[in-house]
């Protein structure tokens, strides 16, 4: 084949299952991709690379890692970029921490993680480490706003063959418990700053003695963007969490909390250690001394602190004390004792919620058996979307996916657009006094008096991403004629300062009538009607938003959210291609390590190569990208059409069993198109010979499985005991090469 220059197309090394994935898939796409002349690189991403890439003056130079995830973060900023994204781990401190053992043992010479950084030196670690933490990532590669829906072949194939729905009863006990006041919700204020107040700004805290403590400096703000700023209230949150563990006692259900502690990766978990110590109360006043004697840190999660007491007879027989008086929680794991509490990340809002809305309004007790359960959400900003959720399939019924229509989102998330609580702009008030942000002018622009533990927080949405995000809602709602929501409430603070955008240019453009512009929980209803009918509605949402109906429509649709199309635009003219989340790939894991079954899908894979691919073509003018592309969605379609997908049982056909059927009906599409006579040629003896090897390549795959798998690392796995895994057909190795 004569080669065509083209750059090349980016694949992110990430996490967990879409990792090891990776390892199966990525030496097919390299195959396929080269007679187009297209290479295809890789910049990590991963949890390990990143901590790797930040402490380079620990480590030899033969450990040291170049910082991908900056790169990357320049390269989304030009015309030409081209980026794969696999979903990424957003750790937790817990994971963070787990992160960094594991890599000291794997010989890297890090710092540990201080808890409790006391020198300066140890304050430049964790705030090094801090800055890996949580949803690191997502802000620093979004150079765009995001366009995510069912890819078509996707959608047919959920209606044909509907995944199971848990039975909603009307007299169901499952309900949302919000905070009534002092959240973030009620506390938000919000302003667009003119073209006077832009400059340099600063946060600044004034004590009830007059002293001013600069939290934040030198923090950029333009002219055009909405500013916002909040507060939680520690002693309301106390007092409510306190109140919620009581009615769920009352009510005989689970008690379950549902948060965000890695997007949201400053104050979440603050909230979360609120949880913890309000459902271990009496063990904190008795035995609080010894508690933070022994390290305890309630935001690390019950887990951490069980293993901080293990020695600790007294406080262990304390903690059993307060179990048996409190009412059963939700569990991660009831096999294993893991609940609700015990990490942080282990029950994130967006992944648990829909699971939950999903079984029916049921989620796993202690006894292993499914209950209804009191969903705590604190922060009343968005926990209207879930409450609603769960109101309206009380009164009609779970959702049909055999019928239901589908909801697409335009999300708002562009240049780290409305990032609450996740970056350095949210801090916990150190003691009573004054939170406020003053502008370069001089002008406070926002103040909050707050008490000790209140948790404050400040964020941005910039003028260009708005405007962009507006559009984009305009071209999907043009090219589809869907049904288009904007999710704004004009009683909130930030959404009436969006409102002030919105509406002038849908008004501008003549279309003001084809958008309705609702408050969450109206937008929920109306949307659930819409698909409950079998029509479509477009979500049109900020990015917190964004983040939670593209799991919660997506998993009661589809059944999951892996297998999700996620375009991100960049604003100056590249793409990003999202792959779906990856929330259950712990457990894909465990499954694969105990047995050698990978049921990762790498639907959300498929569906973004095929979308890269085009957009190369469009882009770069490279035709041959193209016909790839559209041959890649036609394997899409053979995967689905024929069940090809993997399966959750050892011994069945699981990810690397999908992989060897995608090149197969990837090689047939093109060795029978008729648009580019040279590729046709080149593919088809390798469509023939992957078909005349079916069974000694099925064969192959299926005496792998059974037995424990050794991949050398669950954070940074051994790249060749990875492949080995992975790739264990020798002949489909020969083949592919």
């Not at 995830?69 to 750790?91: D, H, M, R, T, Y």
């Amino acid at each position: 084949m004569a080669e065509t220059k083209s750059p090349e197309i980016l694949y992110t090394i990430v996490d967990e299952a879409p990792e090891l994935a990776s390892a199966s898939f990525l030496p097919i796409i390299r195959k396929f991709a080269s007679a187009a002349g297209i290479t295809v690189g890789t910049k990590d991403i991963s949890l390990a690379g990143r901590i790797i890439a930040t402490f380079p003056e620990n480590l030899t130079e033969a450990q040291r890692q170049s910082d991908d995830l900056a790169e990357l973060g320049e390269l989304v900023k030009q015309p030409g970029a081209n980026v794969i994204k696999l979903p990424n781990i957003s750790a937790s401190v817990p994971q963070l921490v787990a992160a960094v053992k594991e890599l000291q043992a794997q010989g890297y010479a890090l710092p540990d993680y201080p808890e409790d950084p006391q020198t300066d030196a140890e304050k430049d670690v964790r705030a090094r480490y801090d800055g890996i933490k949580g949803s690191a990532v997502n802000p620093v590669l979004r150079e765009g706003n995001s366009d995510r829906r069912a890819a078509k072949a996707v959608k047919n194939d959920a209606q044909k063959n509907p995944h199971r729905m848990g039975k909603w009863s009307a007299d169901s006990k499952t309900k949302v418990s919000s905070m009534d006041g002092n959240d973030f919700r009620s506390n938000e204020v919000s302003a667009t700053l003119t073209a006077e107040q832009a400059g340099t700004a600063k946060i600044e805290f004034v004590g009830k003695d007059g002293s001013t403590k600069v939290l934040k400096d030198g923090w950029p703000l333009e002219a055009g963007a909405v500013v916002d700023a909040s507060f939680m209230s520690a002693r309301a949150l106390s007092d409510f969490l306190a109140k919620q563990i009581e009615e769920t006692k009352a009510d005989g259900t689970l008690f379950s909390l549902h948060l965000k502690a890695t997007m949201m990766k400053v104050s979440d978990p603050i909230i979360f250690g609120h949880a913890v110590r309000a459902w271990l109360a009496p063990v904190f006043e008795k035995h609080g001394d010894a508690l933070k004697a022994a390290g305890v840190n309630p935001n690390s999660g019950l887990g951490d602190l069980l293993e901080r007491v293990k020695d600790k007879p007294e406080i262990l027989a304390a903690i059993e004390e307060v179990r048996e008086q409190r009412p059963p929680m939700y569990m991660v794991n009831s096999d294993k004792g893991i609940t609700n509490l015990h990490v942080p990340s282990d029950v994130i809002i967006d992944a648990s919620m829909p699971a939950l809305i999903r079984a029916g309004g049921k989620g796993w007790g202690p006894d292993g058996n499914e209950g209804d359960s009191n969903c705590v959400i604190p922060d009343n900003s968005y926990a209207p979307v879930y409450d609603e959720s769960i109101k309206f399939f009380k009164e009609n019924g779970a959702l049909d996916p055999a019928t239901a229509g589908s909801v697409q989102n335009v999300g708002l998330m562009a240049q780290k657009a409305e990032e609450y609580g996740s970056h350095p702009t949210t801090f916990e008030a150190e003691a009573e006094g004054t939170m406020r942000i003053v502008l370069e002018n001089g002008d406070v622009l926002h103040s909050h008096d707050v008490e000790a533990g209140d948790i404050w927080r400040a964020c941005t949405t910039k003028k260009a991403p708005i405007e962009n995000w507006v559009q984009l809602a305009m071209d999907r709602q043009r090219l589809t004629g869907a049904q288009a929501i904007f999710w704004l409430d004009e009683t909130r603070a930030h959404d009436a300062e969006l409102i002030k955008y919105v509406t002038p240019i849908l008004e501008a453009k003549g279309v003001a009538d084809k958008f309705e512009i609702l408050a969450p929980r109206e937008a929920t209803r109306a949307s659930l009607e819409t698909i409950t009918a079998g029509k479509d509605s477009i979500a049109i949402t900020g990015n917190v938003l964004r983040d939670y109906l593209t799991d919660l429509f997506p998993i009661l649709e589809l059944g999951t959210s892996a297998k999700m199309l996620s375009i991100v635009k960049l604003m100056n003219g590249g793409g990003l291609f999202e792959t779906g989340a990856g929330g259950s790939a712990p457990k894909h894991v465990q499954q694969l390590v105990e047995e050698n079954h990978l049921r990762w899908d790498s639907m959300g894979e498929f569906c973004a190569l095929g979308e890269s691919l085009k957009f190369l073509a469009d882009s770069q003018g490279n035709d041959k990208a193209g016909v790839l592309g559209e041959a890649a969605e036609e394997a899409t379609q053979g995967i689905l059409d024929n069940d090809r997908s993997p399966s959750r049982k050892v011994g069945q056909p699981d990810n690397r069993d999908s992989h060897y059927w995608f090149a197969r009906y990837w090689a047939e599409a093109l060795a029978a198109q008729t648009k580019d006579a040279e590729l046709a040629v080149h593919f088809k003896p390798l469509a023939e010979e992957l078909g005349a090897k079916e069974a000694e390549i099925t064969g192959e795959l299926a005496a792998a499985q059974g037995q424990a798998a050794e991949i050398g690392g669950y954070y940074k796995p051994s790249d060749e005991q990875k492949a080995e895994v992975m790739r264990p057909s020798k002949t489909l190795n020969a083949i592919i090469g």
